[in-house]
């Protein structure tokens, strides 16, 4: 408490931006977690598409799961013979909701990891202004205090860049796990189409 305290107005936004930015990694988490890759769906789906009655089937077994993967599969299965712009069309906007639950706020993860060590410069900034009126004032005789007030200026910098450069790690594992999602998602259509073309 006493650090923030220390580090003046700018250690609290930091620390409303580090609450923030474990909020929404916490989140991507339970997104991830809710939306996994099936290596095997993909096959299985595929190797049912052959025949009308199989198709069929499948979209009785379907019907009351209510997976994005398997809604995929399902619009997949019965818009197969629609023109490629109104698929297309379509189907982006039966995944748009997953598709904005899935990578929502990852901006907002990228700029608190951008702003926070330019935050930090300017609480060191203006700590070092407030040692620099002492100094004025008092004169450099007060060696101790100096030293402790420009410790205390670089506590922000020292926070700020505590929290950017884990953030850009995790941001980009999360950014990969999200692209890895919606190409697995990508892929869906295509492979089905191409199962009940041949």
């Not at 700018?10 to 988490?29: D, E």
């Not at 901006?107 to 300017?122: D, E, F, H, K, R």
């Not at 926070?159 to 790690?169: D, Q």
Request: charged residues 15%; glycine residues 6%; aromatic residues 6%.
């Amino acid at each position: 408490m006493s650090i923030i305290l220390d580090g003046g107005w700018v250690m609290v936004v930091l620390l409303g931006l580090s609450i923030t930015a474990f909020s929404i990694i916490i989140q991507k988490i339970i997104a991830l977690r809710g939306a996994p890759i099936d290596d095997l769906f993909i096959q299985n789906v595929t190797s049912k598409c052959v025949t009308a009655t199989a198709r069929k089937s499948l979209l009785n077994e379907f019907q009351y799961i209510n997976r994005i993967e398997h809604k995929i599969a399902t619009f997949s299965i019965t818009h197969h013979g629609q023109s490629p712009d109104a698929f297309t069309f379509q189907l982006e906007a039966l995944t748009k909701p997953a598709v904005d639950h899935l990578s929502s706020y990852m901006n907002v993860l990228s700029m608190i990891a951008t702003t926070a060590p330019v935050l930090g410069l300017l609480g060191t900034v203006l700590g070092l202004m407030d040692v620099f009126s002492v100094i004025a004032v008092e004169g450099v005789k007060q060696a101790e205090l100096l030293s402790g007030g420009i410790s205390k200026a670089l506590i922000t910098t020292v926070s700020g860049l505590s929290l950017a450069i884990p953030l850009m790690f995790i941001h980009q594992i999360i950014s990969d796990k999200i692209n890895k999602r919606l190409d697995y998602w990508d892929a869906i259509p295509s492979h089905i189409l191409s199962a009940i073309n041949k």
